[in-house]
């Protein structure tokens, strides 16, 4: 059954009755998590239905019924009548129709998603699929350290449409650019899908070039096709502002164990005496070398390679020459780009 987003809006609320670990997992942006079953009893009514069929539907029936009582005694009690849920479950069976019922003998207008989360899930797929084909896409390109993310921003605030790809992986894309804690998979692609619907298509969209993964995270393979069909934003600065913007900018050289843990995953990418070279200007805190000699020897290499395998960099839209990484200097590459799409 085929999901419709535009229906959503038609209800004061949306509740998620799966379990906290399923809505943890993903699940439909706005919705709260109200569960029928936790975690361990719908794990142990799953069990069992594989053995007794009867008997595990009962036991579950009594477990909703005991919930669905504690639901209307707290966070329904000052829910008036006017209040109107949807309600969806795994698939839009048993949890969500017993809740629907309950509700609605009480009085509350509440409907069920037809099809539930798997339903939402398959919109999202579609979207992905979608959408990408239908932008125009205006790829930001340039080495590690040039400021693609910072200009992509600036771009934003003059006006521009972007999609930040790395705020909603909540990572930078390299080896030293963990942000924290990643979304799932799911989440993730639930989250772009968001993103794209909410751009207007007849204008021109900005993004930030990237390869497959953005740290654990895998971009959607047709989204990533169009974006190396877009139009080329090339951007240049040399080693030394980039090494400058880079030592500041990455805080896991301020950590020694998390800096030696993953720069030795480069060792087979440069070797171990490169590695204990590195290892060597993190313990002196000459953190501005250290990021050129990563950038040069590493970063450069890997990324031109990647760069040059994807996009077409001899005949790029426009050009960005940043003699400094900072405001100032971005501010004015995202005044220049915007008044050349104007």
Request: with cysteine; glycine share 6%; net charge positive.
């Amino acid at each position: 059954m085929k999901f419709n987003w535009s229906s959503i809006k038609e209800y004061s609320a949306v509740v998620d009755v799966r379990t906290p670990a399923e809505y943890a997992l993903d699940h439909i942006p706005g919705s709260i998590n109200m569960p029928i079953l936790d975690n361990q009893e719908r794990a142990m009514i799953g069990k069992m239905y594989q053995q007794d069929s009867f008997n595990a539907r009962k036991l579950g029936m009594g477990l909703v019924a005991a919930q669905m009582s504690k639901m209307v005694e707290g966070p329904l009690r000052d829910k008036d009548s006017s209040w109107r849920p949807l309600i969806y479950c795994a698939r839009g069976g048993m949890r969500s129709g017993s809740l629907v019922m309950a509700l609605r003998k009480v009085g509350w207008e509440a409907d069920a998603l037809p099809g539930g989360y798997k339903a939402y899930r398959q919109f999202v797929r579609d979207t992905l699929a979608t959408l990408p084909k239908a932008t125009s896409w205006y790829v930001l390109c340039g080495p590690t350290g040039s400021g693609k993310t910072l200009l992509l921003r600036q771009l934003a605030d003059q006006g521009a449409q972007i999609l930040d790809l790395e705020k909603i992986a909540n990572h930078r894309g390299s080896l030293f650019g963990s942000l924290g804690s990643q979304p799932t998979q799911r989440a993730f692609e639930t989250a772009l899908a968001q993103q794209l619907l909410s751009l207007d298509r007849k204008q021109r969209v900005f993004v930030e070039s990237e390869s497959m993964r953005i740290g654990k995270l895998f971009l959607p393979k047709i989204l990533l096709e169009q974006m190396c069909r877009g139009k080329v934003v090339l951007i240049e600065a040399d080693l030394t502002a980039r090494a400058a913007w880079t030592a500041t900018e990455y805080a896991q050289f301020n950590d020694k164990d998390e800096f030696t843990a993953l720069v030795d995953k480069l060792a087979k990418f440069v070797g171990h005496d490169q590695i204990d070279k590195w290892k060597m200007l993190h313990q002196k805190g000459e953190y501005r070398q250290l990021a050129a000699s990563l950038l040069e020897l590493h970063y450069d290499r890997k990324y031109a390679w990647s760069l040059n395998q994807h996009y077409d960099l001899a005949r790029p839209w426009t050009k960005v020459s940043l003699p400094r990484i900072d405001q100032v200097a971005l501010r004015s590459a995202a005044c220049a780009i915007v008044d050349r799409v104007r």
